[in-house]
């Protein structure tokens, strides 16, 4: 009689067991949602503060010593869209986006010539269009070199294709 007895209140025991375990794992659940609701709302309240400003690279950047850049060579600056040509003339630093739409060209080194992806413009290495939708030729930056003797493009400044940097 005992043992049915003990059997019954371990019984109710462990249903209490269960109804707490069950209660807090609701409270956990309950916790979890306002801690994911209230990062949701201090990400948005954040985003909602901080200033919508369009980072772009600098308009006058450094492009490194002219020996890095072979005699004959179109080197592409992905970051700064710009060629850096040399050819024994000297060197010139071109726009690397399309006249036509504003899509990136490509050096297309087997061809010896730069191609724009989009509608198949094509330009000579000095930039001059050779055929193709593009209304103009790739336009020329102005190109310098500083105190310590590195190459400066300055892209707010446009040049003529017939000038060169002589180094
Ligand atoms: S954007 Fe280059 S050809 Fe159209």
């Not at 290495?125 to 050779?130: E, Q």
Request: charged share 20%.
């Amino acid at each position: 009689m005992n043992e049915a007895k003990n059997a019954m209140f371990d019984q109710r025991n462990s249903g209490a067991d269960a109804e707490v375990n069950r209660r807090d794992f609701l409270n956990q659940i309950t916790i979890g949602a306002l801690g994911v609701a209230g990062f949701g709302s201090v990400a948005v309240t954040y985003q909602y503060f901080s200033p919508n400003v369009l980072f772009e690279p600098a308009t006058q950047f450094r492009a490194g010593r002219p020996d890095l850049y072979p005699v004959h060579s179109v080197t592409y600056l992905q970051d700064q869209q710009v060629y850096i040509v040399r050819m024994p003339e000297g060197f010139y630093a071109i726009s690397a986006v399309c006249t036509h739409l504003g899509c990136i060209t490509q050096w297309k080194e087997e061809a010896q010539m730069i191609a724009c992806p989009c509608h198949g413009s094509k330009f000579k290495p000095d930039g001059v269009k050779i055929e193709g939708p593009a209304p103009r030729p790739l336009p020329h930056f102005a190109l310098s070199l500083t105190a310590d003797g590195e190459l400066l493009v300055n892209k707010l400044q446009n040049v003529k294709n017939t000038q060169v940097l002589k180094v």
